[in-house]
């Protein structure tokens, strides 16, 4: 069974950091894309960052360029999201979720960042 | 970046009756459109990919139609665990992908 368990999320000031992981089982972590997909309280789904098996390719969506970093280890079935220069409007659920013909079919819990002062 | 358009924001359905959900991109995005099913406090589920082929233990009361710029999600007879906020996905033009605003799909 395919299992993605997010943590980190916490409280932080605006211009804090924090990292958020993403432990992984039940498939080979290192055959996927993996991604980060965020959701802002009581609003929609908004996908945030996405890396290759190999983690030679990182993309992510313009808001969050040059503040936030996708990485990943293989080795330990890990997917990372570094978050720095936090804002107010960062503050959501940020999920982990699994590549698969480019969708996300496999979704974790969800751990919540709130950026607030 | 494409913009994906939901339609209706808000669809008020009886049990045992049939759902048809919209969604628009702003360019054509081909095939490439995933349908996801979120409930509250939990996190999405993938429900077809490629504009209709349903993800693993779908039921074949959903199913999805489309190409271009113009897809539908229809639920043929809602059942109680089928109430939730459905949303699009485009991947065909990446980075970003993006997601529709979502249809909320509530008991009539």
């Known amino acids: 069974e395919v299992q993605l368990v997010e943590s980190g999320g916490a409280l932080v000031q605006p211009g804090g950091s924090l990292r958020l992981s993403c432990a992984a089982s039940?498939?080979?972590?290192?055959?996927?894309?993996m991604n980060w997909v965020r959701q802002a309280p009581g609003k929609g789904l908004e996908w945030v960052a996405n890396?290759?098996?190999?983690?030679?390719?990182?993309n992510c969506v313009d808001s969050v360029r040059g503040r936030f970093t996708i990485s990943r280890d293989n080795a330990k079935n890990s997917l990372y999201l570094q978050m720095n220069s936090l804002r107010v409007e960062d503050t959501a659920v940020y999920y982990c979720?699994?590549?698969?013909?480019?969708?996300?079919?496999?979704w974790g819990q969800g751990s919540l960042v709130i950026v607030s002062s | 970046e494409i913009v994906l358009t939901q339609s209706p924001a808000t669809l008020s359905v009886s049990p045992g009756e049939r759902a048809t959900l919209s969604c628009r991109a702003s360019q054509s995005v081909s095939s490439n459109l995933a349908w996801y099913q979120q409930k509250p406090g939990q996190a999405p589920r993938l429900l077809l990919y490629g504009a209709s082929t349903r993800a693993t233990d779908i039921p074949d009361r959903f199913s999805g139609r489309g190409s271009g710029t113009d897809f539908t999600l229809t639920i043929s007879s809602l059942q109680s665990e089928d109430f939730a906020v459905y949303y699009c996905?485009?991947?065909?033009?990446?980075?970003?992908?993006?997601f529709g605003p979502g249809t909320k799909v509530d008991i009539k």
């Open positions: 890396t290759n098996p190999d983690e030679s390719v990182k």
């Open positions: 039940g498939f080979t972590f290192s055959g996927h894309w």
């Open positions: 996905q485009q991947y065909n033009n990446w980075p970003p992908f993006t």
């Open positions: 979720g699994r590549g698969v013909n480019w969708a996300v079919d496999s």
